[in-house]
């Protein structure tokens, strides 16, 4: 029992890790958490999605960082079993007031983030955002 509550805690303080660089403007140094074989999902109708491995995640990052306000992230709820953990997110969208849910799946495993899959619900604000972006 004490393997799997450790194991949990692990993969809980790892991910809570990433909203935390996020909120304190550094979240490249997240990269030293992801295993060398890391893979990332998100929704291809963003400007950032795609699947991505280790590299091509941390070259995102900072873009997904001035899309999102880290600062204005909070937790909807946070589950956590074994190596999977489960965190839906309500985050601010930069230079609004708008805010999203985003559901991230990550899977943990010795000590790094092995895997992400990332869901929007109701991304429409986002996606407003992104293209007065782009014009």
């Not at 490249?28 to 109708?45: G, I, R, W």
């Not at 999605?49 to 995640?57: I, L, M, N, T, V």
């Not at 790094?112 to 986002?126: C, E, G, I, M, N």
Request: glycine letters at 8%; hydrophobic letters at 45%.
């Amino acid at each position: 029992m004490g393997d799997i509550a450790s194991a949990e805690a692990e993969a809980l303080a790892i991910v809570k890790s990433f909203y935390r660089y996020g909120a304190e403007g550094r979240i490249t140094d997240f990269a030293s958490s992801l295993a060398e074989d890391f893979e990332l999902f998100v929704p291809d109708y963003l400007p950032w999605g795609g699947r991505y491995d280790k590299a091509g995640y941390v070259s995102i990052l900072p873009q997904v960082a001035t899309t999102l306000d880290f600062s204005r992230c909070t937790y909807e709820s946070l589950t956590v079993q074994a190596g999977h953990v489960v965190a839906l997110i309500r985050i601010g969208i930069s230079g609004t007031a708008e805010s999203i849910l985003i559901s991230e799946h990550w899977d943990v495993a010795n000590g790094k983030a092995t895997r992400l899959l990332v869901a929007y619900f109701d991304p429409k604000v986002l996606l407003d955002q992104a293209a007065s972006k782009a014009a």
